[in-house]
């Protein structure tokens, strides 16, 4: 790997963009969209900018899950099988990404993008509150959550997304609900993929290093902010990140 510019000014920016994903990623998700990025703008390889995200990505949802925990939004007990299968899904997806190639999901991801925000675009208020669920807890953690997880440690950007929208539309939880859920999830599925990208070497502990300071700090923000924020704001805010995602992984495609 060639010699990467390790300067304090790229440092300084790979934290700041840390810090907007870890407030972003608390809220809604996406804040890969930022953090991946910066990385390959500072010439991060790719797969290592995959590892060196997951690094500090875990930080940020583990300093967001103990918030939630701590401010009883979200209960251990609650939780913890659908962390172990989001866990198990996640190291196979890290697993996976290691040997196969990962556009095999250009088609797959841009329609799943879509139909979440199409969801929050239509979906009628009452559904950014809770409401009887549509799949029983052993077929979500069946099914959507390992799933979800696979996607993560395959490649990442959007998960907290995908998790809300599973809980609102499966699970039928509100909305800032879901949110406070999604945190420890993604938690589970970043530790996963970590562990396998630490097992590869494929990522740089320096880089990774300065970028978690960022993340305690904006996951901290973001939690804070979920605690007392409009459902409807959360709701507008999953939309923009949405189309945000589309266009970036539209051009990605076109340029790849």
Wanted: net charge positive; with cysteine.
């Amino acid at each position: 790997m060639e010699a990467l510019d390790l300067s304090i000014t790229v440092l300084l920016m790979l934290c700041l963009a840390a810090m907007a994903a870890g407030y972003l990623d608390t809220l809604v998700g996406g804040g890969g969209l930022i953090t991946i990025p910066a990385l390959l703008i500072a010439g991060v390889p790719p797969i290592f900018a995959l590892g060196t995200n997951k690094l500090q990505a875990v930080v940020g949802t583990a300093t967001a899950s103990a918030m939630m925990i701590s401010r009883r939004k979200v209960r251990f007990e609650q939780v913890s099988m659908m962390m172990l299968v989001a866990f198990i899904g996640s190291l196979l997806g890290a697993l996976a990404v290691q040997y196969v190639d990962s556009q095999a999901l250009s088609i797959m991801i841009p329609v799943v993008i879509v139909g979440i925000a199409v969801y929050f675009v239509v979906a009628p208020k009452q559904t950014l509150e809770a409401r009887e669920p549509r799949i029983s807890p052993a077929a979500y953690n069946a099914s959507a959550v390992p799933g979800i997880g696979f996607y993560d440690g395959m490649f990442g950007p959007g998960t907290g997304s995908f998790f809300v929208l599973a809980g609102v539309s499966l699970r039928g939880q509100g909305v800032v609900d879901a949110t406070a859920i999604a945190k420890p999830l993604n938690f589970a599925t970043n530790l996963a993929s970590l562990l396998v990208f630490v097992v590869f070497g494929k990522l740089l502990w320096l880089i990774g290093g300065v970028m978690m300071v960022g993340q305690i700090i904006g996951a901290n923000l973001g939690a804070r902010t979920l605690l007392t924020i409009n459902p409807v704001v959360l709701r507008y805010l999953i939309i923009g990140v949405c189309f945000v995602m589309l266009i970036s992984w539209t051009l990605t495609s076109a340029t790849g």
